[in-house]
C-alpha cells in the first residue's frame, strides 16, 4: 500500500472508531508505530482535525467526515467475494441484510465497475456443504443485536443432540464460527458458569427485555484457547489413501499433527482428537481408503463399529 492510500485509509479508521491506539493504527496497517506518528504528524498538518489524548489514543473532531471514497475494482471485487462466502454460513436474517448493502455499494459505483462486477458475478461462485441441517430460523442478526445491547436470552437447547430439551436464561458475550457451525458463547445462569451454545441446537430462543451487567473483562476467543487447552486429547495415527487426502482433510474433526508420505504414495497423519468412539465412527465412512494403526482402542472401536454394520445386513447376504 503506497503512503496516499494509506493516509486516506488512516482518516476513514479515524472516522469509523470513538477512539484508536497508535499500536492498533500500526497493527491494522501493518507498519511501525513510529511511523504512525509521522502519518499523524502529516494529516495534521495537511488540515485533518486530528485530537490526541494521553493514555488515550487519537479520534477525529466531531463533526469531521471525509467525503464518500470510491471503490476501486479491486476493493468491489473484494466486497463481492466475502459476500459469496457469507453467503454460505449465515442464516436468512444475515443474508438479507448482507445482499442489501451489496446492493447500496452497488449502486454507486459508475457503470464501468458495475459491469466488471457482473461479469465476475457470472464467473466465481463459492460453494460447499455444511453438515446437517441450518441454523433455527433467523437467528444471527437478532443474537448478535442482544449481544451488542445487552439483552438476555431465553433458550431451549438440546444439549449434545440427546433430545432432552432444558431451558435457560444466558447472558450472551459472542458469536463464533467455527468446524462449520455458529456458536454462542454465554454465561448460563442455569450452569453459573460460561457455555458453548450451537446454534443448530436451539429448539427456540427469545430476546428478553431484561438486561445484564459485568463480564466486562471477558474475553471470547481467551475462553475458545482455555476451552482447547483444557480438553484431554488422545494421540491417534491413521494411513489415507492420495485420492481421499483432499476430502478426509477437509473434514477432518481432529487436530493434525503431522504427516509424512509414505513409499507407496498413502500419506500417514498424527492426530489429536477429543473422542476416540467419534473418530472411529467418522473414519469409517473413508471406507478401505483410511486404516487407523493407532491407538489400539481405535482399531477396536473400528472394528466392532464395522462388524456391527456387517450383522445389520447379515441376512440380505443370507438371502442372496
Known sequence: MNRIDRLTGM??????????????????????VRTVYRDLAALGEAGVPIIAEAGVGYSLMRGYHMPPVMFTEDEAAALFMSGEV????????????????LLKVRSVLPQEKRDYLHRLNGAVSVWFRRP????????????????????????HYDA?????????????????????????????????????????????????????????DFS????????????????????????????????????????????????????????????AEWLLGFGLKVEALEPPELRDSMR??????AARYAEDFALV
Open 132 to 155: 446437517g441441517g441450518e441454523e433455527k430460523g433467523e437467528s444471527l442478526m437478532p443474537v448478535q443485536d442482544a449481544i451488542v445491547r445487552r439483552n438476555c436470552l431465553a433458550i
Open 160 to 216: 449434545a443432540s440427546r433430545g432432552t430439551i432444558t431451558g435457560r436464561v444466558v447472558e450472551p458475550l459472542g458469536l463464533v464460527y467455527y468446524s462449520r457451525r455458529w456458536h454462542l458463547i454465554a454465561w448460563c445462569r442455569l450452569r453459573r458458569d460460561f457455555r458453548d451454545f450451537r446454534l443448530d441446537r436451539l429448539a427456540s430462543w427469545e430476546v428478553l427485555d431484561e438486561r445484564y451487567e459485568g463480564h466486562a
Open 220 to 279: 471470547v476467543k481467551e475462553f475458545l484457547r482455555e476451552c482447547i487447552e483444557n480438553r484431554e486429547l488422545t494421540p491417534a495415527t491413521v494411513i489415507v489413501e492420495r485420492e481421499a487426502l483432499e476430502r478426509f482433510r477437509a473434514e477432518l474433526p481432529s487436530t493434525p499433527v503431522s504427516q509424512q508420505t509414505q513409499p507407496d504414495g498413502r500419506v500417514k497423519l498424527e492426530l489429536l482428537s477429543y473422542s476416540i468412539p467419534w473418530l
Open 86 to 101: 457469507t453467503e454460505q454460513i449465515a442464516d436468512d436474517s444475515l443474508k438479507q441484510s448482507l445482499r442489501s448493502a
Open 11 to 32: 482518516i476513514l479508521l479515524l472516522q469509523g472508531q470513538r477512539v484508536i491506539t497508535a499500536e492498533q493504527i500500526a497493527a491494522h496497517f501493518e507498519i511501525s
Open 304 to 309: 466392532e463399529a464395522a462388524q456391527a454394520v
